[in-house]
């Protein structure tokens, strides 16, 4: 596991550095691109926690106990200039780094992230512009162009709130305004947002090593009525975050069979085979192994529990996530479940 803590923010040469204190307690530069990567320890976490928080619930505190949980070199209590947020969640006690915040927040981290030091990021990526007498929010950064094919990301709708919302706009121009002063910190926005949280347990709080950020509910509304603003603005594919075991555990009404098994029957599979899959598909693969993999879908849907906590007689949890989400993007596995559901009926659930 990496050790590096950002401290704050220097000039030298007369651009903007990060003061990095790496794992031999040697403390060096790094140019801002690279805080996408670094700057936070990247212990292997051993708690991740799906949580529905309040911005506003997330308070400044000192930096101290986070880093000397990790053996780096603290300085003076009060004196670092990286910010560090305290929140209860739960029960726990969460302690989180402003810059995994901004990595979750300022997405994708690698190319936006470095931007928001500098003034007017926004404008330099997003515009609002009249289409068909309407007022929308036009995206012009280039790489959310890529963006578009990574099925797992969002990129516009988060640069939209940010420009639209007056908290989300005043959390954008808070790096830069802090930045000025050598610190690495940011103004949370009003709302709400469904995030995980992935770390270590300390002495006294769970240290925050990652976040990811599902989804953000605004508590204020747009400055401007635009064509294109939604009430939630999405961080991630919703199907992907689950297969990721990232989002809700979901629990669907999957029928049983009296013993409390899943398996389907040969009659079952009959009629819900070629539902999920084309002719020329099932040519292709071992339909044995297609049925096989639903059995184990169904018995992790019906369960709730999670992906990797589930068993499969074919292959492990990422091939059966991968084919899940196939079967969800097609829409094959909803028709699928509603035939099943009717056999079952039918049948009073016997096999």
Known sequence: MAMDWVHGLVVSGGELCAEVETANGQVSLMGLTELGRRGVPSAQSTIRERLDVHFHDFSPCTAYEYITHFGLQA???GTDRHQVFEVFSGGLRYLVPALAMMRALFRPALRLLPLMFSPSALERNCRLEYVDDELRVVVDAPWTRFAKTQRHSNCEGPLRWMLLHPSARKMADSVHQYAMGGLIAVDLPAGHAEVVFAGVQGASAVLVTEVRLLSVVPSDVPD???????????????????????????????????????ELTDNEWAVVGPILESERACKRRCQHCQRKMLDGILGKLGTGKSWRDSSYTVGDWRNAATTYRNW?????????????????SANRFSR
């Not at 829409?331 to 009717?342: I, M, V, Y």
């Open 328 to 344: 969800c993007r097609r829409g094959t596995f909803t028709q699928a479940l509603e035939a099943l559901r009717s056999i079952r």
């Open 224 to 262: 401007l009525p635009v064509a294109d603003w939604a009430p939630r603005i999405d961080y991630v594919n919703r199907i992907w975050a689950e297969g990721r075991n990232l989002g809700e555990t979901v629990s669907a009404d999957v029928p049983w069979h009296p013993d409390g098994t899943y």
């Open 75 to 77: 300085r003076t209590e």
